[in-house]
């Protein structure tokens, strides 16, 4: 969740385990998640506790500054440019 909005997985994958749970997310979606992350936006992961239930529990995450929090802004900087090139240049275009 991206301020409050969900964003859905593209594909599910089998996980290794019966009860776990592997996904993935496509490219416009997986850019939105790191502009999220470097606009500083609030992150929440959600899921259900039942098969055939809604998503009934949401976590925040929050991310603090650490050591390596700059290499991580100048790494998400980086495919945020390489994201940005890709849709003005990309096979849709």
């Not at 899921?47 to 976590?59: K, S, V």
């Amino acid at each position: 969740m991206i301020d409050g909005k969900s964003i859905l997985p593209s594909i599910t994958l089998k996980a290794d385990q019966p009860t776990g749970f592997a996904g993935g997310y496509s490219f416009e979606n997986a850019v939105a998640i790191t502009y999220a992350i470097n606009g500083k936006k609030r992150l929440a992961v959600g899921f259900n506790r039942e098969a055939d239930g809604g998503i009934d529990t949401i976590l925040p995450i929050n991310i603090t500054p650490s050591s390596n929090l700059g290499a991580f802004m100048d790494f998400a900087d980086c495919l945020i440019t390489l994201a940005d090139r890709a849709k003005t240049n990309g096979p849709n275009r």
